[in-house]
């Protein structure tokens, strides 16, 4: 205990007489329960940030494929005009010989046809985005498969552990009734000193055990919660 | 018609279960004012860590700290089936020597009795009860829970599990187990010897 007293202190940098004391003192194993395998596969595949940047870049290729497909699509334009000016005080107004910027009356239009004729540079170039997406996607499903064997693996180290602090508790108050039964058995003459020191030693060895097993288990819940996304913050508030 | 009918006896029914939640609240309340007003007695006769204590004070402590305990129920339920075969003297021997041991024993470490205890559930059912409590010493924790019972009107303790062992079973593994091996006789012949120890 000292030990790790002098390593907290080396740890924190703190002054000379200035002692941290641990807010919490006991190991006690995380109050949530383990919830199924689904819970978290489905967790991961809503959470992971690498899954989700993945999908963002999918999204993004497939947008810029869209629109280099559009690109290769031939663009119309259609222009027009019309003037026309008059000036009412002016006599003869239908005089055919008189034209100018005071009395007209035109109009006009145009057609524009616009197509981009590197047909093979625009085909490689999409053929090129086609792969990226390809590439993209295949990321994404290894991404997705390496997540599922990730948490599949920590869900049944957690689920392990979970069932080794079960039964290590099992075993703890199995001893301890030991103990006990010793205890009486010597407090009114009929026991042995040697069963008593070995109900003993065996109960602190599974005490020891226990808060190993412990510790092995809030640490795959843990790294559990973090291989499915979910902020380990919701452990330690559960 | 039928209608009325149909919500008076809905009103009853939930009166009823309102009734039987208030009862069940109360009684674990009182239970529990209990537990600590004995608790708070114990403390403040232990007095600081390092206090010697005179006999008088010994006494005064083994009866508060016994004095709620129900020796008769636990010392019939610590020789099991074995209680229903003897004589009326022999219960009334075995039990009396069996409280004499076990008022003596819960004296072995009073430092325990200064623990900081918690109380984490304190459930009533009828006459019955238990309470779940986490007593911390020095780092150290343990779980103390209670069976109780209400015997007359007052609550009583008829089981103590002490770190998740129950009292009453320990005393009856060990019971049957000279029963068995030596017979009745012999285990009172051993209770005798213990008990003589304890005055």
């Known amino acids: 205990m000292a030990f790790v007293r002098e390593t907290w202190n080396y740890i924190l940098r703190n002054d000379e007489n200035e002692i941290y004391e641990p807010e919490v003192q006991f190991l006690d194993p995380i109050a949530s329960n383990i919830e199924t395998r689904e819970f978290y596969q489905n967790a991961a595949f809503g959470n992971r940030p690498e899954l989700r940047a993945l999908e963002i870049g999918k999204e993004a290729t497939e947008t810029y494929i869209s629109s280099m497909k559009k690109q290769q699509l031939p663009g119309l334009y259609l222009a027009g005009y019309i003037n026309f000016a008059n000036t009412p005080n002016r006599p003869r107004q239908s005089n055919p010989f008189i034209q100018n910027t005071t009395n007209l009356f035109s109009g006009g239009f145009g057609l524009t046809i616009r197509q981009n004729l590197n047909f093979f540079s625009m085909k490689t170039s999409l053929e090129r985005s086609e792969i990226e997406l390809n590439k993209v996607t295949y990321a994404k499903d290894a991404a997705q498969d390496g997540i599922l064997l990730e948490v599949n693996n920590n869900y049944r180290t957690a689920s392990l552990a979970n069932i080794k602090v079960e039964q290590t508790d099992n075993a703890l108050v199995t001893s301890k009734r030991w103990l006990r039964q010793e205890q009486l058995d010597y407090d009114f003459g009929m026991g042995d000193a040697k069963d008593l020191i070995d109900a003993m030693r065996k109960e602190l060895e599974l005490k020891l055990q226990l808060k190993q097993r412990i510790f092995e288990y809030n640490s795959s819940l843990a790294k559990l919660n973090k291989s499915a996304g979910i902020p380990l913050t919701t452990l330690i508030t559960n | ?199």
């Open chain 2, 1 to 199: 018609m039928k209608k009325v009918f149909k919500i008076s006896i809905a009103v009853l029914l939930i009166g009823f279960f309102f009734s039987e939640n208030v009862i069940a609240q109360s009684s674990g309340n009182e239970i529990r004012t209990m537990l600590e007003e004995r608790d708070e007695q114990i403390k403040e006769l232990m007095g600081p860590e390092g206090t010697e204590y005179t006999d008088s004070q010994r006494s005064e402590l083994k009866e508060i700290i016994n004095g709620i305990i129900d020796f008769k129920a636990m010392a019939q339920e610590a020789l099991g089936d074995t209680y229903d075969s003897i004589t009326e003297e022999e219960r009334t021997e075995f039990v009396d020597l069996f409280s004499t041991i076990v008022r003596d024993q819960s004296l072995n470490k009073l430092d325990i009795y200064r623990a900081q205890v918690t109380y984490q559930a304190v459930e009533a059912d009828g006459g019955t009860a238990r309470v779940e409590t986490l007593a911390q010493l020095d780092n150290v924790r343990t779980p103390v829970n209670y069976e109780m019972e209400n015997k007359n009107g007052e609550w009583v303790i008829t089981d103590m599990e002490i770190d998740d062992v129950s009292t009453a079973s320990s005393y009856n593994r060990q019971f049957q187990r000279i029963i068995n091996q030596k017979g009745f006789e012999s285990l009172m012949i051993s209770l005798r010897k213990r008990a003589e120890r304890a005055e």
